[in-house]
T-cell receptor
Framework: QKEVEQNSGPLSVPEGAIASLNCTYS??????FFWYRQYSGKSPELIMF????GDKEDGRFTAQLNKASQYVSLLIRDSQPSDSATYLC??????????FGKGTRLHILP | GAGVSQTPSNKVTEKGKYVELRCDPI?????LYWYRQSLGQGPEFLIY????????DSGLPNDRFFAVRPEGSVSTLKIQRTERGDSAVYLC?????????????FGEGSRLTVL
């Protein structure tokens, strides 16, 4: 069973601090990795994708990938109350089947 | 339309009834995915299509669930003999190309309640 694991949280972070979200995956052949944000009652929307080992930055967001450790993370700098949401890690298995983790609930404290 | 459209947005049915959920993807998107999401859980993969064919249907829970995409655009998820455990939000997503190079665009979902 190919899996994506995330801590369900909630993760509480003070406004302005860095939020760190983590994800591990079981299929070593996975090719690409995604972070989606889902507000309560809404559908997921893409924040970041990453294919290569290392860091990828986009504004306040940084995705990190370590294929050897089968680990993906998302850093959110200068956290804002509007960042409060559930963050879903998604993995594209080698055959284009995309599976999601259970998500981590993030709460930014004003 | 500009985005992925799903109908109905809400469906309440009785146990044992047949249900159809429709997804109209973004025009030109070749890949179409169906997921099921229960409260507090992530989207659970059901099936995905490349064009008209089901490329992977390994997530369909059992033979009561079936999905089609006859012309490579609109897709219908069909559930026979519904059970209370089928209650969830059913999400459809489309992608412009191979999913490893593009994002999934989700519809607003169809909330199914089986009484």
């Amino acid at each position: 069973q190919k899996e994506v694991e995330q801590n369900s949280g909630p993760l509480s972070v003070p406004e302005g601090a860095i939020a760190s979200l983590n994800c591990t995956y079981s299929d070593r052949g996975s090719q690409s990795f995604f972070w989606y944000r889902q507000y309560s009652g809404k559908s997921p929307e893409l924040i970041m994708f990453i294919y290569s080992n290392g860091d990828k930055e986009d504004g306040r967001f940084t995705a990190q990938l370590n294929k050897a450790s089968q680990y993906v993370s998302l850093l959110i700098r200068d956290s804002q109350p509007s960042d409060s949401a559930t963050y879903l890690c998604a993995v594209n298995l080698r055959d284009d089947k995309i599976i999601f983790g259970k998500g981590t609930r993030l709460h930014i404290l004003p | 339309g500009a985005g992925v459209s799903q109908t109905p947005s809400n469906k309440v049915t009785e146990k044992g009834k047949y249900v159809e959920l429709r997804c109209d993807p973004i025009s030109g998107h070749t890949a179409l995915y169906w997921y099921r999401q229960s409260l507090g859980q992530g989207p659970e993969f059901l099936i995905y299509f490349q064009g008209t064919g089901a490329a992977d249907d390994s997530g369909l829970p059992n033979d009561r669930f079936f999905a089609v995409r006859p012309e490579g655009s609109v897709s219908t998820l069909k559930i026979q003999r519904t059970e209370r455990g089928d209650s969830a939000v059913y999400l459809c997503a489309s992608s412009a190309s191979r999913a490893d190079t593009g994002e999934l665009f989700f519809g607003e979902g169809s909330r199914l309640t089986v009484l």
